[in-house]
């Protein structure tokens, strides 16, 4: 099984090396409930509503 959520720049953005994890710029998002909102409200028309 690969490990690359371990490898040492992944754990600068995510220090626990759990995945999933979304940086845009500074911000970084390490819940995927948060991830999908953030997404569907920064490109809504990719999204059905």
């Known amino acids: 099984m690969a ?3 371990r490898h040492a720049d992944f ?3 995510n ?3 759990k995945v ?3 940086t845009d710029g500074d911000l970084i998002l390490m819940e995927s409930v948060v ?3 953030y ?3 920064k490109y809504p028309e ?3 509503r």
């Open 15 to 17: 220090l626990a090396g």
């Open 3 to 5: 490990v690359e959520h």
């Open 39 to 41: 997404l569907a409200d």
């Open 11 to 13: 754990l600068k953005i």
């Open 46 to 48: 990719h999204w059905f």
């Open 20 to 22: 999933p994890a979304l």
């Open 35 to 37: 991830i999908v909102l």
